[in-house]
């Protein structure tokens, strides 16, 4: 398509916030190509700048710039950009001169009010331009709704425009509808776009938008890209999370195995990062070794990137981990943020400045106004910005104007530039003027640079700026206020109206309370909506409050009350069909569950609740895989003075910590936890905690290579058991004597044990434990070459997996079904399944028991010596490489035959 020449066509700006349409274009793969090929690159470049700018201007729009290797382009009409688009697409497709470099575009359009000043356009709707473009491919053009619904019946002969649905763009913001411009032309069929979903991450989708650091962002990127370790230092409110976070989204395309936040800020203990990167990954450790392992293990072939976010209460422990992971992983690099420091080798350091702000040129009265070309000046500081972009959200009529730019500037200087500082400023427009704001922050500051001149600055300026709004209170919210401090990684309504009622504050007025301090910007809700949290800052000075109010200990009191009391209604339902529901649920409250565990060991007086905490938590950590920490709590629990006294409680734990420090492959110290449990026992009379201790003490024992006393453990566990009438320890009893029985090669001995722990199971209408005694009896038939009589009960097992979602028993299942095979004479199906059984396994961090192991050796070293090694180990890989769903069918199908 040829392209006449045009001039300029300056788009009007005497409507300064009219809507308009931004085109952005960009050269596919430019870095790379100026690295290979950088004289051919030269011309090439020089050829799509005259070709943009012609297309651009031949449609009636104007270059408003160059941004890298690509144009910034504004039209008055959306059907203008449209053409130049199609105009530039088809110019680059055409036959290149001999010699020439064919270079790939990719454009993005978008339609919205922007802010025209000096020859420049300010605004969302250009970032939101510039986020489109960056989703499309070489080749491809790509507009928003809003540009489709303004082309509807007007587009031009040929062109149609193609639906690619809702797609969560890198600015972080809402989801958009994109659409592709087609045409006979052009390249119709692109790869997935390059949008958030595109590469794992768990970057949340913001609730406002990014405003500035754009040489924040350029600076951070350019140094992220030579050192593997860099950390974002500054101020608590300056806005390191946020920067780290977009930084991350916009690196998506460099770490094809995800971007992946670590938020620490919850966390009151450093033994506890490890876990929660692991948590972030789906790493679980094994037995036998540490999170941290777990987590080397796994990163060793990876190319990831790790923000870790608040750092500085734990900056040891990010130190440790950040060390090992950069030692143990050529391609992990990592992101922190935090006040301090990390103090490790190659680490590169990045001060992260407070917004730009007005300086002399701000210095007018709020009452005087502002000349024109001034105001335009304003406008550009990123403090400004900020400030009328999160006001304009409170007040959408609220506009920067000469009336109130001088009050404007006055509220950003005084705030230093800080973006918290300058976000709950705006949150004050709902019912102050900003010349009302200006005048308030000024008394208050005068005041607070009095008093403490030893402290920072800028450490006074966002204290005094909490201290004011906490002062603008009434007396219900500065209690509500005070109470939510208590809460570690946010909380639910539910959750706020049950600790923090009482004392002035009724139940039913909590929610209204909460909205208020939500729109006030003292608390924030999550983007789902069914979560709150504070910002640590602002939780740090409530906490002071409470502490000065004396109304720490009640509260606190209440918290550890009402999540015991979660954790006590949860844990029946870990088994069954409503299980993952309630793993989801107590997931979200691990923080809290932690702070109300550290609180017992506060509180003299309520060491025997924390017992019962720890108690009732051991399920959730074990299914979890959480097997050091929940290990860790709970040894704490009974190792408190007051929770010494040898009675119920404390021989329950006991039990409970052998068992957790058994998993973890600590035998020793598992028998010492698991003996004195039974001496206490004894010593009480209990006979239904001695056969419930008894159960795990044979494992150890077995573990330990003590088997004839692991027997008589057994034996004795299965007699109080029924003695005392509990069903559910006689089958884990007899389970136990089974698999011993099973790995000496007895298997008539074993199998009439697992029926009955089979019955016991179904009485007790646990779909979990059938499951565990149909594999059981499944490996006995198999063993024994009864390959009939094991797949109806494996397809019971499969039923059970895919109703209650458990990782052990799915896991097994595979297993089980990889020895079917090899027994049948199919070894590629046997290499298949085991492949994916490990995959599985290494995802969750599930181990398989001795006795598994010898069920699946032998047949598996059968399979492999039909195959072949390397015919076996490819098989093996490409169950390795299958996903979840993939597995289950290909585990249905080794049933079906």
Known sequence: MSVEPATENPIPDSNPEAIRTFLFTDIEGSTRLWENEPERMRAAVARHDVLSREAVLAAGGQVVKTTGDGVHAVFADALQAVQAALNLQQAMAAPMPEGGLALKVRCGVHCGESEARDGDFFGPALNRAARVMSAAHGGQT?????????????????????????????????????????????????????????????????????????????????????????????????????????????????????????????????????????????????????????????????????????????????????????????????????????????????????????????????????????????????????????????????????????????????????????????????????????????????????????????????????????????????????????????????????????????????????????????????????????????????????????????????????????????????????????????????????????????????????????????????IRGLLGLGQRITVEASMREAARPRGFARCRVLCDAGQLTYFMGRYDESRRYLEESHAIAMEIGDRGRMAAVLQPLGTVYVALGERARARATYESAVMLAREVGEPRQLAAALNGLAQLHHADGSLEVAQPLYEQVLAIARDLGDQESIAIAQLNRAMVFISSRRLADAVPVLREVQAIAAAVGSKPVEKSLLEVCAGLCAARGDPRSAAWLFGAAEALGERTGIRRDANDEAYLVPLLAAARGSLGPQAFSECELAGRSAGVDAASAEAQRALAD
């Open 142 to 622: 790509l507009l928003t709704q809003a540009v489709a619904e303004r082309l509807r019946g007007r587009l031009p002969s040929g062109v149609t425009l193609l639906d690619l649905g809702v797609v969560r763009l890198r600015d972080l913001a809402s989801p958009e509808r994109v659409h592709q411009l087609q045409h006979p032309a052009l390249r119709a069929q692109f790869p997935p776009l390059r949008s958030l979903e595109a590469t794992p991450n768990n970057l949340a989708q913001q609730l406002n938008s990014f405003v500035g650091r754009e040489r924040e962002l350029a600076e951070v990127r350019a140094l992220l890209a030579k050192t593997r370790l860099l950390t974002l230092l500054g101020m608590g409110g300056i806005g390191k999370s946020r920067l780290s976070v977009q930084l991350g989204a916009e690196l998506l395309d460099e770490y094809p195995d995800g971007v992946w936040l670590v938020e620490l800020a919850p966390l009151a203990d450093p033994l506890l990062v490890p876990q929660a990167l692991a948590s972030v990954l789906g790493v679980k450790e094994e037995q036998g070794s540490s999170v941290t392992d777990a987590l080397l293990s796994y990163v060793r072939d990876k190319t990831l990137l790790v923000i870790l976010d608040n750092c500085e209460h734990v900056v040891h422990a990010c130190a440790d981990l950040a060390k090992r992971l950069l030692q143990a992983a050529p391609g992990v690099r990592v992101l922190g943020s935090s006040r301090d420091v990390l103090q490790v080798a190659g680490e590169t350091a990045y001060q992260v400045p407070t917004l730009s702000v007005p300086g002399d040129e701000g210095a007018e009265v709020e009452e005087r106004t502002v000349p024109p070309a001034h105001l335009a000046r304003l406008a550009r500081h990123e403090a400004v910005r900020l400030f009328m972009d999160r006001a304009s959200a409170v007040q959408p009529a609220l506009r920067l104007t000469a009336q109130n730019a001088g009050a404007v500037a006055s509220i950003c200087r005084q705030l230093d530039g800080i973006p918290l500082a300058l976000e709950l400023a705006a949150a004050r427009t709902r019912a102050l003027s900003v010349q009302a704001i200006a005048a308030r922050l000024a008394d208050r500051f005068r005041l607070l640079v009095s008093g403490d001149r030893t402290v920072l600055p800028r450490q006074r300026t966002l204290r005094a700026l909490i201290d004011w709004s906490f002062d603008l209170l009434d007396e219900a919210e500065r209690m509500l206020f005070r109470r939510l401090s208590v809460f570690a990684g946010g909380w639910t309504l539910e959750s706020a109206e049950a600790v923090c009622e009482g004392g002035g504050i009724e139940s039913p007025h909590v929610l209204d309370l909460l909205a208020r301090l939500v729109e006030k910007s003292l608390v924030v809700m999550d983007a789902g909506g069914t979560r709150y949290r504070m910002l640590e800052t602002v939780r740090a000075y409530a906490l002071e409050k409470l502490v000065e109010a004396g109304d720490e200990a009640a509260t606190r009191g209440r918290h550890l009350e009402h999540f015991l009391g979660l954790a006590e209604t949860a844990r029946p339902h870990l088994a069954g069909p409503v299980q993952s529901l309630w793993l989801k649920r107590l997931d979200q409250e691990r923080e809290n569950f932690i702070a109300a565990h550290d609180w017992c060991g506060r509180a003299e007086e309520c060491a025997m609740q924390g017992l019962q905490l720890v108690f009732v938590l051991k399920t959730y950590w074990r």
